[in-house]
């Protein structure tokens, strides 16, 4: 019997809200509206990622023919997945690590990796944000600092576009640059003077020493040891926007997506209307959607699509569980995971006309390859871009919108993050956290000990860390193995017919069946092939020509298996407490067809039903059915 059964509760009830709260303890909230709902929603699955990665990739693997693996593994992988930890949420009306220890107790496992996982991101993804704050400030200068060389950061080798313009005749392969040193040996000239200059053709400009010199500050050591206090003030000030946004839970989560929803959608819709007039557009566009149909068999592109879903998608993270935990239980969030789902892909799309409109421009204007300047990650968003704007007239402004753009859908995205794991948090301990004041004091916790933990990233080896974690923390592995755990859980496991009956129970009819055979077979076997091909290819890390060594291969492969080893470890733990009810779900979650099977293929029972209907529980649910249409 469960705790909260224990204390009264009634079975089949569809969530704590429902409950009679003890004394001092706050009933969990709901969100005030629809819109607050959709908007946070929104902020999760449409980030950096969006307007970034995509029109790379697309760039990348053959222009157009990028969509058909794409929208194949968003209909078969993305989208069930989506759906699934949404529901689960608004289900059982728990975050991300109870939710899962109602539906099946030996798979909370599952919850707790997932919130190891968003604590990484929490940790390092800020860091775009603080990087971003920074640009900003220095947007507002003229002219901007990284579009020249005078600057005390800037080295004898950088030289601006305005430079290679003047003096063409330098920058052809057999240029003589011996002026530069009081060296006149040719061999000394031929081995090392030719060197550099190659590596300058290739991207020793002011963009790339303005984020490297002045923003990173790289040492050839890379030493984590001196903290830069600029960029430190910068991520206190992130830390700080993000604790407003959500330091009273729902209410001021709510409130603050009406903005960071939005505004970044008008941005990007100005930065547009620029980019497609621009000279050379046309032929940045051609770039993007052009299709190569000859890669299509090749397996690294249906892995970067695979990938690029699950990731822009959030899923395994217990953001989506989360904010869907706070929806109402009658409330049709499948027709709203639907539209989002395509809200998401519809933005990576448009963006990818943003982008390339503008890296066509570059080009245009620097006389090179579209493929010289095409960049994706940080590199786009702070050099590539920023080279860009540089060459506008009134390239403050531009900079100042742009990096607009980027802050608000960094910090959308960061502090739905939080919120999910203060979320899981409270649900864990919900006697001491849902107390009057309990709730800022936590959010409070977990943003100075994520600050405290994201100083060494402002040090001058920080980018070593940061890609560090984004390469091992969130790993492709990682992601790979909780979304086929997920999807086998809650279709073996749980029952896919069961869960169909619940999704039913709320939002009035079943959705489309390919879900369901999603969950079974399609979305596991996809997520299988995805992570053979991710092990069958290892990669070096190297970050600026620093080649990251053995112990980054230790401290990654920590990183990666600290949330997977907690999937069997609480199966053990479970084994040891209850070995008999391993599986059976929480007495507290609503049955309405208690009776019906909880898992049949073409209408062959697998997997009967688990109990006998309780009718105590007949009698609550025809109580809470009459309740939630009078309040309709």
């Known amino acids: 019997m469960s705790e909260e059964t224990a204390r009264g509760a009634p079975a089949g009830d569809p969530g704590p809200d429902k409950k009679i709260p003890e004394e001092g303890v706050h009933p969990r909230g709901k969100w005030a509206n629809n819109k607050e709902f959709i908007l946070s929603m929104t902020v999760s699955v449409v980030d950096l990622g969006n307007i970034f990665t995509f029109p790379y990739l697309c760039f990348r693997h053959g222009g157009g023919v990028f969509f058909i693996p794409y929208f194949v593994l968003l209909v078969f992988c993305g989208i069930p997945v989506f759906f699934l930890e949404t529901a689960l949420g608004q289900y059982t009306s728990e975050g991300g690590v109870t939710a899962w220890r109602k539906i099946c107790p030996m798979f909370q496992g599952v919850g707790i990796a997932s919130q190891v996982i968003v604590s990484y991101l929490n940790i390092y993804y800020i860091m775009i944000l603080a990087w971003t704050i920074f640009y900003l400030y220095n947007s507002i200068k003229s002219p901007l600092p990284w579009s020249t060389c005078d600057n005390v950061w800037n080295t004898d080798l950088c030289h601006s576009h305005l430079s290679i313009f003047a003096n063409p005749h330098l920058f052809q392969p057999d240029s003589n640059w ?147 935990s706070y929806n109402k239980y009658k409330y049709n969030c499948y027709r709203d995971c639907l539209a ?56 403050s402004f531009w900079a100042v919108v742009f990096f607009l753009m980027v802050f608000f859908l960094a910090l959308g995205s960061q502090f739905v993050r939080v919120e999910s794991l203060a979320t899981a948090i409270t649900d864990l301990f919900p006697r001491h956290l849902r107390r009057r004041c309990a709730r800022e004091i936590l959010v409070l916790v977990i943003t100075v000990v994520c600050f405290l933990l994201g100083l060494p990233f402002v040090t001058e080896g920080g980018i070593v860390l940061y890609h560090l974690i984004d390469s091992y923390g969130g790993s492709a592995t990682s992601l790979l193995i909780i979304t086929s755990v997920e999807t086998i859980v809650i279709a073996w496991v749980y029952g896919a017919d069961r869960f169909y ?121 025809e109580k809470i059915v009459i309740e939630e249409l009078n309040r309709v």
């Open 501 to 621: 009956d619940n999704i039913e129970d709320m939002i009035g009819y079943r959705p489309f069946s390919l879900l369901k055979y999603c969950w079974l077979f399609i979305t596991p076997l996809i997520c299988g092939l995805l992570l053979l091909f991710n092990l069958a290819h290892t990669f070096t890390l190297v970050v600026f020509g620093y080649v990251v060594g053995a112990w980054a291969t230790a401290v990654g492969s920590l990183l990666m298996i600290i949330p997977l080893i907690c999937i069997p470890a609480f199966i053990l733990v479970s084994l040891y407490k209850d070995s008999q009810n391993m599986t059976t779900p929480s007495s507290d979650l609503r049955q309405a067809w208690p009776h019906k099977p909880i898992l049949t293929l073409c209408k062959y029972v697998i997997f009967k039903a688990q109990g006998q209907p309780n009718r105590r529980a007949d009698e609550t649910n």
């Open 178 to 324: 011996s002026f530069l040193n009081n060296v006149t040996s040719p061999d000394y000239f031929e081995d090392t003077l030719l060197n550099e200059t190659e590596s300058l053709l290739h991207g020793s400009t002011p963009e790339k020493e303005f984020w490297t010199n002045r923003v990173l500050r790289v040492s050839d050591d890379m030493s984590v040891t001196t903290v830069h206090w600029d960029l430190a003030l910068c991520l206190l000030l992130a830390w700080v926007m993000c604790y407003f946004c959500i330091w009273k839970g729902i209410k001021s989560t709510g409130k603050a997506v009406y903005f960071t929803a939005t505004v970044p959608y008008l941005l990007l819709l100005i930065i547009f209307f620029r980019g497609v007039t621009l000279p050379g557009a046309g032929e940045g566009l051609r770039y993007y959607l052009i299709p190569d149909f000859h890669v299509i068999t090749d397996p690294g592109m249906w892995y970067d699509a695979g990938m690029l879903v699950l990731y822009s998608y959030t899923t395994c993270t217990g953001v989506l569980t989360a904010l869907g």
């Open 340 to 395: 989002l789902c395509c809200l998401n892909s519809a933005t990576s799309i448009f963006a990818g006309f943003v982008v390339f409109s503008v890296l066509g421009f570059m080009a245009f204007e620097m006389n090179v390859p579209i493929y010289e300047v095409a960049a994706s990650g940080p590199g786009l968003v702070f050099m590539a871009f920023p080279r860009a704007l540089s060459l506008l007239p009134g390239s």
